[in-house]
């Protein structure tokens, strides 16, 4: 059964300082792993993108990072600001590039940050 | 990228009663699905919207109680039939875009937050 995980559930962190999120998956045949932002009460933003061949990938502020061999991914949050309070969901597809790919979200984690 | 608008943005029902959820896209796309986000879950996906012909629905998920419509490439419904508590959800429409690429990019809209009392 496909699996994604990500830990810590929740985290509080003070403005301005950095934080990893983490994600580990069983999804196969992996084909790409993506980070998404959900603010509250809105649908999720495609934050990164990445295939089997890619092992990191920035967004401005945000880089996530592959091991396509231990099937684990992070997302590293730099200097965080008050918009980064978010949950953050690693989504994993498995199928091929070009369509019929099922997606396994993870349960996401909830940043907190405080001023 | 797509922008994706969905009416209305949330609800309050009654138990028994159902809800029409409309999602609007601003371009065409070949793809749209429906999405169900429970308090404190992930998403977990409830169909494909087929243009044209019957949705595809994923394992306990069933026509009579959710269904689906999507007339065009650019809009689609969910109905949620006959209510009870444990459908109170946000219900997210997501359409797939290759943007030129070779890997499909999906984008969620807004949701809709549904409370059934």
């Known amino acids: 059964k496909n699996q994604v995980e990500q830990s810590p559930q929740s985290l509080i962190i003070l403005e301005g300082k950095n934080c990893t999120l983490q994600?580990?998956?069983?999804?196969?045949?992996?084909?790409?792993l993506r980070w998404y932002k959900q603010d509250t009460g809105r649908g999720p933003v495609s934050l990164t993108i990445?295939?089997?061949?890619?092992n990191t990938k920035s967004n401005g502020r945000y880089t996530a990072t592959l091991d396509a061999d231990t099937k684990q991914s992070s997302l590293h949050i730099t200097a965080s600001q008050l918009s980064d309070s978010a949950s953050y969901i690693c989504?994993?597809?498995?199928?091929?590039?070009?369509?019929?790919?099922?997606?396994?979200f993870g349960t996401g984690t909830r940043l907190t940050i405080i001023p | 990228s797509a922008v994706i608008s969905q009416k209305p943005s949330r609800d309050i029902c009654q138990r028994g009663t159902s809800l029409t959820i409309q999602c609007q896209v601003d371009?065409?796309?070949?793809?749209m699905f429906w999405y169900r986000q429970q308090p404190g879950q992930s998403l977990t996906l409830i169909a494909t919207?087929?243009?044209?012909?019957?949705?595809?629905?994923e394992s306990g998920f069933v026509i009579d109680k959710f269904p689906i419509s999507r007339p065009n490439l650019t809009f689609s419904t969910l109905t949620v039939s006959n209510m009870s508590p444990e459908d109170s959800s946000i219900y997210l429409c997501?359409?797939?875009?290759?943007?030129?690429?070779?890997?499909?990019?999906?984008?969620f809209g807004p949701g809709t937050r549904l409370t059934v009392l």
């Open positions: 997501s359409v797939e875009d290759l943007g030129g690429g070779y890997i499909d990019t999906q984008y």
């Open positions: 994600c580990n998956y069983t999804v196969s045949p992996f084909s790409n």
């Open positions: 990445m295939t089997f061949s890619e």
């Open positions: 989504v994993v597809s498995a199928g091929s590039n070009f369509g019929n790919e099922k997606l396994t």
């Open positions: 371009s065409q796309v070949t793809m």
């Open positions: 919207a087929n243009q044209g012909s019957e949705a595809t629905y």
